[in-house]
Structures are given as C-alpha cells and as structure tokens.
C-alpha cells in the first residue's frame, strides 16, 4: 500500500541556519508533491508545489527538491527564524484526481 | 484571495446527537471541495471528495450514511455527522479547489474541533 514517511521525531535548530526537512514514499508515482504548513489547531497553508518533470523548486527562503528516483523529497528552510516553528506536511498528489495523500508532518522549532 | 472558512471552529455535542459543519469559498467558486479527518499528531486523512451538484465520493472504510456531506452551490459544502458517538472526535478540516487544473492548489479551511461527550 501507498506509503509516506517524515521525520516524526521533532526538528529542533538554532535560529539562523538552515533546516532540512525529508519526505520518502513507496508504492506510489505521484504526479506532483506538496508542502504545508500547520500551526496547532488550525488547517494546513500552501507552501510549495513541484512536479515530478522539476527537480527543484525555490520560493523566498524556501527550497524544494523532488527525486523520483529516490522517492524523496527534501524541503529547506534557509535562515530559519522563530516564527518559521510549526509542523510541515508533505502531500503527494494524482493527476487524475486531484487527491492528496498527506505525509504524518514533522515538528520544527527554531530556537532564538 | 483564496480564503476558506468552516463553522463552526469547535462544537461539543452528547453523543447520539448530529452535528453540521459548514464549509465556505469565500472568494472563489469552488467546483470540488474535500473533506479530512485528523487525530492528534496523525496526518489528515481524506474521507471524502464533494463536486458541486453530485453525490459525494467516499474513500474507503468511510461510512456514507454517517458523515453525509452536501455540496449544493459553488461556495458552500455541508459535512454532517450523524448520530456521533465520542470515537467520532477528531479535527475536521475542509479544502477547496477551483478545479480548472488537476494540479490546482488545495486551499484549507481553519478546521472544526468536535468533542463527542
């Protein structure tokens, strides 16, 4: 069955430099790949999109690499900053559906 | 732009009781629009998908007759749960799609909080 790991053990890092956050799957071709942001008790915010033909993405600090070979994506938070603490989903998506299926989130804090 | 809204943000209800929770576009027309579930420290999970005017489609191990959802205009989508019990507790959390791509953007509404007593 379809399968989405992240990090589940908390990602704790220095205000300032750079976090890392992974998303691996199995048995699964997705046509493109998400990342949100969920603060506690809300829903999820867009971040980032990449499909499976772009190797990387950039947004302001943001990065976003995709390796369908590895099944992998990476997302990068340069010059992290208190304010970026939150849990950060990753979602695959089907072109034909328009379905996402999430990834379980990892926790980011950024200490001052 | 993009703004989604749900109601209510928390509801306690008995358990046996029925509970609604709307789900709005409020600045665009919103042809398709899912529905998740999610526990504590677990990933939203989809449990259904609503396309204006059409019976919902359900994923599976999901009960239809239990979470009855409605998507009777372009801008509002209605998910009920019926008779709930407190296993039905979770963070219901509703996304909108303009559906003009199949890569749209899932846009989230700020999700309701049920408590089953």
């Known amino acids: 069955s379809q399968k989405i790991e992240q990090n589940s053990e908390a990602l704790n890092i220095q205000e300032g430099k750079t976090a890392t956050l992974t998303c691996n799957y199995t048995?699964?071709?997705?046509?493109?790949l998400q990342w949100y942001r969920q603060d506690p008790g809300r829903g999820p915010v867009f971040l980032l999109l990449?499909?499976?033909?772009?190797k990387e993405k950039r947004k302001e600090r943001l990065k976003v690499t995709f390796d369908t070979t590895l099944k992998q994506s990476l997302f990068h938070i340069t010059a992290s900053q208190p304010a970026d603490s939150a849990t950060y989903l990753c979602a695959l998506g089907s072109s034909n559906t328009g379905k996402l299926i999430f990834g379980q989130g990892t926790t980011l804090q950024v200490k001052p | 732009g993009a703004v989604v809204s749900q109601h209510p943000s928390w509801v306690i209800c008995k358990s046996g009781t029925s509970v609604k929770i709307e789900c709005r576009s409020l600045?665009?027309?919103?042809?398709?629009m899912f529905w998740y579930r999610q526990f504590p420290k677990q990933s939203l999970m989809l449990m259904a998908t609503s396309n204006e005017g059409s019976k919902a489609t359900y994923e599976q191990g999901v009960e239809k007759d239990k979470f009855l959802i409605n998507h009777a205009s372009l801008t509002l989508s209605t998910l009920t749960v019926t008779s709930a019990h407190p296993e039905d507790s979770s963070f219901y959390i509703c996304?909108?799609?303009?559906?003009?791509?199949?890569?749209?953007?899932?846009?989230f509404g700020p999700g309701t909080r049920l408590t089953v007593l």
């Open positions: 990449i499909r499976e033909n772009e």
């Open positions: 048995n699964y071709s997705p046509a493109y």
């Open positions: 600045d665009f027309q919103a042809t398709t």
């Open positions: 996304s909108a799609t303009s559906g003009l791509s199949s890569t749209d953007t899932q846009y």
